[in-house]
Antibody, heavy 116, light 109 residues
């Protein structure tokens, strides 16, 4: 059974940093690309970033480019999102998802709240 | 990259059919056959319902179907059931980006 479990969310002040993790199991993690997708409270889905299976291809949404960094450790079956210079508008539930490039499996999400 | 355009809400009675549209541009919906649709119930993670415009993942009822014409993709749900009440999002590949629609709330009357 494919499982994706996000962690690392929490309350952070504007300008601060946070690192999200996504632990994958139930499939050969190193063979699949991954997405991060977020959803602000009461709002729609927003694609954030994509990383290929070997990390050779990485894409970011314009809204996070230069502030967020996606990475992965295939030996640990883990995906990461380093978020720096956080803004109020980054407040959202962050989901990791297996990318085909469509997102066929999703985690349950982790809430990031940016507030002073 | 602008979000794809979806109606804010649609509704239908049990047993009826509804169609949700998703309008983009030639740079996303119209340029690739990589449109996907997601169902999201309150407080839950999204669930993939359609991928590559019209393909259904294993386990998704055949009441759900997808299509595309030009820059507009559509999701049709036939034989509406109470459990279909949810938010629906379209998503398109757009080269180095992926772009979602704003979401459509489906109400089953």
């Amino acid at each position: 059974e494919v499982q994706l479990v996000e962690s690392g969310g929490g309350l952070v002040q504007p300008g601060g940093s946070l690192r999200l993790s996504c632990a994958a199991s139930g499939f050969t993690f190193s063979s699949y690309s991954m997405n991060w997708v977020r959803q602000a409270p009461g709002k729609g889905l927003e694609w954030v970033s994509y990383i290929s299976s070997s990390s050779s291809t990485i894409y970011y949404a314009d809204s996070v480019k230069g502030r967020f960094t996606i990475s992965r450790d295939n030996a640990k079956n883990s995906l990461y999102l380093q978020m720096n210079s956080l803004r109020d508008e980054d407040t959202a539930v962050y989901y990791c998802a297996r990318a085909r490039p469509y997102s066929d499996y999703w985690g349950q999400g982790t809430l990031v709240t940016v507030s002073s | 990259q602008s979000a794809l355009t979806q109606p804010r809400s649609v509704s239908g009675s049990p047993g009826q059919s509804v169609t949700i549209s998703c309008t983009g541009t030639s740079s996303d919906v119209g340029g690739y056959n990589y449109v996907s649709w997601y169902q999201q119930h309150p407080g839950k993670a999204p669930k993939l319902m359609i991928y590559d415009v019209s393909k259904r993942p294993s386990g998704v009822p055949d009441r759900f179907s997808g299509s595309k014409s030009g820059n507009t993709a559509s999701l049709t749900i036939s034989g509406l059931q109470a459990e279909d009440e949810a938010d629906y999002y379209c998503c398109s590949y757009a080269g180095s980006l992926q772009v979602f629609g704003g979401g459509t709330k489906l109400t089953v009357l």
